[in-house]
């Protein structure tokens, strides 16, 4: 594999095989910025999405519902965005084969803005009934639909492009977006939450963070489209045999290796929403705490788990990728004997779930794509690193705040504990299945 920006773009002495039309290098760091900008702005609209799910939809969709029955039925139209995804992606990868990327990602990015917005001007039950919840569900199953269908490769060709030396780096580079899209959701949601009554509140004012997704939306297709357009963009995809292969193919070959690398990054995603979701639900259920304060909080851990992935970074460079995410597993395996102490322990403790929690994703989450996308030979990486990843948010993270809530409600908040421990286990269990069979590489 090319170690240097010249042996990538072509032979030294010759750059403008690298570039593009407009004399553009596809560098590691170039193709960094397009990943960036593209998955923060859709962080960004799930999190929205699930902020709301917490502040508004029990009283604006299941104001019929107990508090607590209003929340499990927000947070099972929050599932459908992530049964909704590998359906997306299968869908997409046909029109990618059929119509070329650009079409898919200008299709799907549409219906992913529009989904957004749809969600903005939803009325509630109180003015259209038990239709208001099948057009939110609808609205919610596109979003994932949607986000299935914006995989463009922009990643994987990173990956392979990044130094071998510093692959643990650029695999962390993308998944600096989660917390960047947490930080403006729940910024832009204690602010209208501090601005307003709580009536002005669920009457129109959570509909405001849905107008601004659906803006960063576009100007994330922009982004997208601006490198994905680029001439040389095709024919490096097409270098690196990155084109979308068959999903029954990639089934018969692959399989192990799809079911591996959906469960490497369990811990990383279990714990994704139980710091951000449920955490919000615990504290508006289970307590007397401000809103507005847990949210600062909230944003407080977003900011500790960036250095936190950065760190990730220079450490998968020097002990391997898969080694870090197995010691931020077990990290992970640790903490949550704590979750119950420090969930039923009071505000203070309460705050230490979520900061330590944050430090503890940001460490795990930074690997996991790398994981993911590095145990796929080169002509099923494309359609094997989407499938994988769309699995494990699947089994991972979309199920996350119902478990949870359910455990604390029903059987108590040691049983929280002992779900995060299961994704610790998980990870931990297919990292070492694939150290003995070698699917997943430790660089």
């Given at each position: 594999?090319?170690?240097?920006?010249?042996?990538i773009?072509?032979?030294?002495?010759?750059?403008?095989?690298?570039?593009?039309?407009?004399?553009?290098?596809?560098?590691?760091?170039n193709?960094?910025?397009?990943?960036?900008?593209?998955?923060?702005?859709?962080?960004?609209?799930?999190?929205?999405?699930?902020?709301?799910?917490?502040?508004?939809?029990?009283?604006?969709?299941?104001?019929?519902?107990?508090?607590?029955?209003g929340?499990?039925?927000?947070?099972?139209?929050?599932?459908?965005?992530?049964?909704?995804?590998?359906?997306?992606?299968?869908?997409?990868?046909?029109?990618?084969?059929?119509?070329?990327?650009?079409?898919?990602l200008?299709?799907?990015?549409?219906?992913?803005?529009?989904?957004?917005?749809?969600?903005?001007?939803?009325?509630?039950?109180?003015?259209?009934?038990?239709?208001?919840?099948?057009?939110?569900?609808?609205?919610?199953?596109?979003?994932?639909?949607?986000?299935?269908?914006?995989?463009?490769?922009?990643?994987?060709?990173?990956?392979?492009?990044?130094?071998?030396?510093?692959?643990?780096?650029?695999?962390?580079?993308?998944?600096?977006?989660?917390?960047?899209?947490?930080?403006?959701?729940?910024?832009?949601?204690?602010?209208?939450?501090?601005?307003?009554?709580?009536?002005?509140?669920?009457?129109?004012?959570w509909?405001?963070?849905?107008?601004?997704?659906?803006?960063?939306?576009?100007?994330?297709?922009?982004?997208?489209?601006?490198?994905?357009?680029?001439?040389?963009?095709?024919?490096?995809?097409?270098?690196?045999?990155?084109?979308?292969?068959?999903?029954?193919?990639?089934?018969?070959?692959?399989?192990?290796?799809?079911?591996?690398?959906?469960?490497?990054?369990?811990?990383?995603?279990?714990?994704?929403?139980?710091?951000?979701?449920?955490?919000?639900?615990?504290?508006?259920?289970?307590?007397?705490?401000?809103?507005?304060?847990?949210?600062?909080?909230?944003?407080?851990?977003?900011?500790?788990?960036?250095?936190?992935?950065?760190?990730?970074?220079?450490?998968?460079?020097?002990?391997?990728?898969?080694t870090?995410?197995?010691?931020?597993?077990?990290?992970?395996?640790?903490?949550?004997?704590?979750?119950?102490?420090?969930?039923?322990?009071?505000?203070?403790?309460?705050?230490?779930?979520?900061?330590?929690?944050?430090?503890l994703?940001?460490?795990?989450?930074?690997?996991?794509?790398?994981?993911?996308?590095?145990?796929?030979?080169?002509?099923?990486?494309?359609?094997?690193?989407?499938?994988?990843?769309?699995?494990?948010?699947?089994?991972g993270?979309?199920?996350?705040?119902?478990?949870?809530?359910?455990?604390?409600?029903?059987?108590?908040?040691?049983?929280?504990?002992?779900?995060?421990?299961?994704?610790?286990?998980?990870?931990?269990?297919?990292?070492?299945?694939s150290?003995?069979?070698?699917?997943?590489?430790?660089?």
């Amino acid at each position: 594999m090319a170690t240097s920006e010249a042996s990538i773009g072509g032979h030294a002495g010759a750059p403008h095989r690298g570039a593009d039309a407009h004399g553009e290098l596809f560098t590691p760091a170039n193709l960094a910025v397009g990943v960036v900008v593209g998955r923060m702005s859709q962080s960004f609209d799930f999190f929205v999405f699930g902020l709301g799910c917490v502040l508004a939809f029990p009283a604006v969709f299941f104001p019929f519902a107990s508090r607590v029955d209003g929340m499990f039925l927000s947070f099972a139209v929050f599932a459908l965005a992530f049964i909704a995804r590998p359906v997306g992606s299968v869908v997409f990868l046909l029109i990618h084969r059929k119509f070329g990327l650009i079409t898919q990602l200008t299709i799907a990015l549409f219906l992913l803005g529009m989904a957004t917005a749809g969600t903005a001007f939803l009325p509630g039950y109180d003015t259209l009934g038990y239709w208001s919840i099948i057009a939110l569900a609808v609205l919610r199953f596109g979003q994932g639909f949607a986000l299935g269908g914006s995989w463009n490769g922009l990643a994987s060709l990173m990956a392979l492009k990044a130094p071998k030396d510093r692959r643990g780096w650029y695999a962390m580079l993308p998944q600096i977006a989660d917390p960047a899209g947490f930080i403006l959701a729940a910024g832009l949601f204690a602010f209208i939450w501090a601005s307003l009554t709580h009536a002005d509140f669920i009457e129109w004012g959570w509909r405001y963070p849905f107008f601004a997704a659906f803006a960063i939306n576009v100007v994330a297709l922009f982004a997208r489209l601006r490198m994905v357009v680029a001439p040389r963009f095709s024919e490096q995809l097409k270098e690196r045999d990155l084109v979308p292969s068959s999903v029954a193919d990639l089934a018969r070959t692959q399989g192990r290796n799809v079911a591996l690398g959906a469960f490497a990054p369990l811990a990383s995603y279990a714990m994704f929403h139980l710091v951000t979701i449920f955490a919000l639900s615990w504290a508006l259920l289970f307590t007397q705490q401000s809103i507005v304060e847990f949210l600062l909080v909230q944003i407080a851990g977003a900011l500790i788990a960036i250095p936190c992935m950065l760190l990730s970074g220079r450490v998968a460079d020097r002990i391997g990728r898969r080694t870090t995410l197995a010691v931020g597993g077990a990290l992970i395996a640790v903490y949550s004997g704590w979750t119950a102490l420090l969930l039923s322990g009071g505000t203070l403790k309460g705050y230490l779930f979520i900061v330590i929690g944050y430090a503890l994703l940001g460490f795990t989450h930074a690997q996991a794509a790398g994981a993911v996308s590095s145990n796929f030979s080169p002509e099923t990486r494309l359609t094997g690193a989407m499938l994988t990843s769309d699995l494990g948010w699947l089994i991972g993270a979309g199920f996350a705040p119902l478990v949870a809530l359910a455990l604390a409600e029903y059987a108590g908040v040691d049983y929280v504990g002992l779900y995060l421990l299961s994704g610790a286990i998980g990870t931990l269990a297919a990292l070492r299945i694939s150290q003995r069979s070698g699917a997943l590489p430790n660089d």
